[in-house]
């Protein structure tokens, strides 16, 4: 079962920041949340991942509320060739050195011209 | 670097047939590896991982199976292919479960008639 919740699309303006939210009010304290996206019929794609703090990288930021149950994927200034389906996943620890990911139905972003 | 490949992108075959699906990894030793399917319009769901030569844990009992025969070799196969095992098949894999993320494949669509 999809331990994460997310809106099943959203639209955003070239230029504007997109922000993607998630939620996963069952997420346990050693769970990582976290972010993929999928451009059609391609294999999904790393963005971020976070466990506490908000994280920042060179394709987005990633900002995690204090108790830890919702979090916001942040695509600072979205281009056309950010439309995609973006993943909200929480990482499980399932034992013999392995975790796996938890993947939802994600969020279609559409960025419009 | 570490690439992954996975062949064929596209399958079409009829049902009752065989199905050899496979996956290698360049660049890494020991990776842990992962076979995923994707139905239309889903998030993904885990089939197989694999931390080792030989070792195979199944997540989801179904009409398929994997084989590990080299450290960075994954094979997904079925003796008898069936209607619903149509899907989008992804293969991944990560070295240190610490890491950011999962690197994936580029994918196979395999549509059984």
């Known amino acids: 079962d999809a331990k994460t919740t997310q809106p099943p699309s959203m639209d955003c303006a070239e230029g504007r920041a997109a922000n993607l939210p998630c939620n996963h009010s069952?997420?346990?304290?050693?769970?990582?949340v976290y972010w993929y996206r999928q451009i059609h019929s391609q294999g999904p794609q790393y963005i971020i991942h976070?466990?506490?703090?908000?994280e920042t990288n060179e394709m987005a930021s990633l900002i995690i509320t204090e108790d830890r149950k919702s979090s916001t994927l942040i695509l600072p200034h979205a281009t056309l060739r950010d439309t995609a389906v973006y993943y909200c996943?929480?990482?499980?620890?399932?034992?013999?050195?392995?975790?796996?990911?938890?993947w939802g139905a994600g969020t279609k972003l559409i960025i419009k011209p | 670097s570490q690439t992954i490949h996975q062949w064929p992108a596209t399958l079409v075959q009829p049902v009752g047939s065989p199905l050899s699906l496979e996956c290698t990894v360049e660049?890494?030793?020991?990776?842990?590896l992962y076979w995923y399917r994707q139905a239309a319009g889903r998030g993904l769901q885990l089939l197989f991982y694999?931390?080792?030569?030989?070792?195979i844990s199944s997540e989801v009992p179904q009409n398929l199976s994997a084989s590990r025969p080299q450290d960075r070799q994954f094979i997904l196969s079925s003796k008898k292919l069936l209607l619903s095992d149509s899907g989008f098949y992804l293969c991944?894999?990560?070295?240190?479960?610490?890491?950011?993320?999962?690197?994936f494949g580029s994918g196979t669509r395999l549509t059984v008639v």
């Open positions: 991944a894999w990560s070295v240190d479960p610490y890491r950011a993320g999962y690197t």
């Open positions: 660049g890494t030793s020991n990776p842990n």
């Open positions: 694999s931390v080792g030569i030989g070792q």
């Open positions: 069952t997420i346990s304290g050693n769970e990582y």
């Open positions: 976070g466990l506490k703090n908000n």
């Open positions: 996943i929480v990482r499980v620890w399932v034992g013999d050195s392995n975790y796996q990911l938890i």
